[in-house]
């Protein structure tokens, strides 16, 4: 039984008139039918399956539609077509940097996030020690955030969330955070949480993590599913040759996944 | 509905906690102010409007404080709500979490300065020789069908603030209007009985009316206005769930 299946799913972005537009902007255009919203197809007919451990990378080109797959499957939002069937917690890293307070103190936002990734007072309280430890923020723990740099931030961010023990774990671009020294531990830790068990969904633009670390990939390209499979390196080895422009996707869109 | 609850606490412990924080936040006064604001206003309504409307009337402050009390809850709840959910908009479309959750959490401050305003007010009913009588037992009746109608308008109308900034500038222009059409400062003994029979179908004035019966009046209001008030409040609420069950995982399309 696998633990996450999605199957036919599409996802369409309402763009066109509708933002940026005023209350009265949108009764005229609507007299006028001049107000059009059209469907972005951000992501058509990908179906992959992921069974208890196993690892997911996906590739692709910015614009394929991998955050909003993301964003799919953590429930965020729901898919236009097709289904997600997920089995037990699930938890989300996207764009760790966002959502903070920059007016309460670096404590308050720790206790907050925490409370967004649906942790216990207690347990925030038992490992909030830990948490500023590992960011090493210990002199800062009382200062607004908004002092802090932006690579504090990140690993403040990445301190809270490595706490995690989901299911289910999604990772879009949170593997490498601040500088070289907490870059390296930040991995360590990384890989720790994957050793534990978890079914992790990885999003990276680092071919080698991807290599390294799964095992299995899908590749995406603008919306379109071009390949998923546990054949990592062939996979990777097609994405690398089609950056380099040597292969063509059309002709990969025919191949055995 | 209960494991929601447990399953969300934290968090929403939390959002109250940061909502206190940042709005009193570089004040000297701090949460003073949500007392006194209603009682300025209470002030400028005294001087200005005593000799007009407040000869011949018994308990004119009381009466006015009925009004500004109720009418000040209304107002700092339904403008505070309407911003909650777009001023949030980092985290729900980040995480996973009830986007209800937002509006609540600021309606639990307005909530809590709604309270103590009331106990200044029965401070000042004390000052005005008003004969405190067990019928005011029954003034948690309008407060919690006014919690509940001001988080149903906090609901609709953060909803639409997310479509159209506009309305907060609608909602700033039609409060005022209200403010004038619920006979906060005025009596409405003198119109037809065709008016006054229109004044009911403003539901903040028939809250304004219910404290102004109980506490001035010590009488209890007809079965019939209990229900209208009810259904005024349910109503609300209920269209409010429906466009937030609608647009659930629509709104992030739109911010």
């Known amino acids: ?257 | 509905m209960l494991e929601k609850w447990k399953k969300y606490r934290f968090l929403f412990e939390e959002l109250v906690k940061r909502d206190f924080k940042t709005k009193y936040k570089r004040t000297v006064l701090g949460m003073a102010w949500s007392v006194l604001s209603p009682l300025l206003m209470l002030l400028v309504m005294r001087l200005v409007f005593t000799h007009f409307f407040g000869r011949g009337m018994n308990h004119y402050t009381t009466y006015l404080f009925c009004g500004t009390l109720l009418y000040s809850y209304f107002t700092e709840s339904t403008n505070q709500g309407m911003t909650s959910l777009m001023s949030n908009a980092a985290i729900f479309t980040k995480v996973n979490v009830p986007k209800y959750l937002f509006l609540f959490s600021k309606n639990v401050q307005t909530l809590i300065n709604f309270g103590l305003t009331l106990c200044v007010f029965f401070l000042f009913c004390v000052l005005d020789h008003i004969t405190f009588t067990w019928k005011f037992v029954l003034l948690l009746y309008p407060v919690v069908l006014l919690m509940v109608f001001n988080v149903g308008l906090g609901l609709i109308l953060s909803a639409l603030f997310v479509f159209f900034r506009d309305i907060q500038y609608l909602w700033g222009v039609f409060t005022q209007l209200l403010m004038y059409m619920s006979a906060i400062f005025y009596t409405i003994d003198g119109y037809s009985p065709m008016v006054r029979n229109l004044f009911l179908l403003n539901p903040m004035y028939l809250f304004i009316r219910y404290f102004r019966k109980i506490v001035i009046e010590a009488t209890i209001p007809s079965v019939w206005f209990h229900l209208l008030l009810l259904a005024d409040a349910v109503f609300v609420f209920t269209v409010g769930c429906a466009i937030y069950k609608k647009y659930n995982t629509r709104f992030l399309y739109y911010v």
């Open chain 1, 1 to 257: 039984m696998s633990i996450l299946e999605v199957q036919d799913v599409s996802i369409a972005y309402l763009i066109g008139d509708f933002k940026e537009i005023g209350l009265k902007e949108y009764v005229l255009r609507k007299i006028r039918h001049d107000y059009h919203v059209t469907e972005f197809w951000a992501d058509r007919h990908v179906s992959f399956a992921l069974e208890r451990g196993e690892m997911l990378g996906i590739i692709g080109a910015n614009g394929a539609g991998k955050s909003t797959l993301l964003k799919v499957i953590s429930g965020i939002m729901e898919p236009t077509e097709g289904s997600v069937r997920r089995e037990g917690t699930i938890a989300a890293l996207l764009e760790l940097g966002s959502g903070f307070d920059g007016e309460l103190t670096v404590r308050e936002n720790t206790y907050l996030r925490g409370a967004m990734l649906g942790y216990t007072r207690e347990f925030m309280n038992d490992t909030y020690e830990s948490i500023i430890d590992f960011a090493e923020l210990k002199e800062f723990e009382d200062r607004p955030f908004k002092q802090l740099s932006s690579g504090m931030k990140s690993r403040l961010a990445f301190s809270i969330a490595s706490l995690v023990r989901p299911d289910i774990l999604i990772l879009d671009e949170v593997l490498s955070v601040g500088d070289g020294a907490f870059r390296a531990k930040s991995e360590e830790k990384m890989k720790e949480i994957i050793r534990g068990g978890a079914t992790t969904i990885l999003v990276s633009h680092s071919l080698n993590q991807v290599r390294d670390l799964c095992d299995k990939v899908l590749w995406l390209h603008r919306g379109e599913q071009i390949a998923f499979g546990d054949d990592v390196q062939g996979i990777c080895d097609r994405y690398e040759a089609f950056l380099a422009g040597k292969e063509t996707i059309s002709g990969d869109k025919n191949a055995p996944e």
